[in-house]
């Protein structure tokens, strides 16, 4: 029997992560479209609403009911403002093993909510999941997803040459790949103790290479 993750709200002090919804497609949208997204991530430029639309109500399901994966908007508690995503991918429910990725939008950068967001749902994996490990992925020169991953307590374990396809604009504005290198991180349960003071960063990018 396939294992799925649970519908799951978490709550940290200025956040809640939860399901994707209908009314997020303008925000997933025009955030998706941003410079850095794109140069970052394999999702699709220019990201359409159509796209968002999709993303919600047929991929984040599909990927959820088939035990791959987990997709969560991240809102300030606050406002109920969508700033980011965050996705589980590549889960292995034997090994208990999971890869993380995350998105912040561009207007929430420098808040603090890419490390917030990935250390609660790396808090509730290995705790209430009891999962046993969590992978992220980081292009060699994207530092600040980097620094998040250092900040949430992820252990770098090496890298993997030339696997990794960044993006960049050309001068008639056409995206075109670049290949780079990932830089490999894990995060076990002993590497959360002490974690959690004084979290800051820039904002985060990791793969999202499987949105679709």
Known sequence: MTSTFPNVSISTE???????????VPALAEMMNDELVGAWTDVPQPFTEAAARIWITE??????????????AVTEFLT??????????????????????????????????????????AQWLLGDQKFERIELRTAADNTASQQVAQKIGCISEGVLRNACIAHVRTEDGIWTD?????????????????????????????????WN
């Open 80 to 121: 109920q403002r969508l700033v980011g995503v965050v996705q589980l991918g590549r889960t292995n429910w034997h090994v208990r093993s999971t890869e993380l990725s995350y998105v912040i939008a561009p207007w929430a950068r420098g808040e603090g909510y890419a490390s917030e967001a990935a250390l609660a749902i």
């Open 59 to 72: 991929h984040a399901p599909a990927e959820r009911a088939a035990g791959r994966g987990l997709d969560l």
């Open 14 to 24: 200025r956040l809640v992560l939860r399901p994707l919804e209908d009314d997020d």
């Open 178 to 210: 670049v290949r780079t290198d990932f830089i490999v991180w894990s995060l076990l349960p002993e590497d959360l103790d002490g974690v959690g003071e004084g979290l800051a960063d820039t904002g985060g990018f990791t793969s999202f290479s499987n």
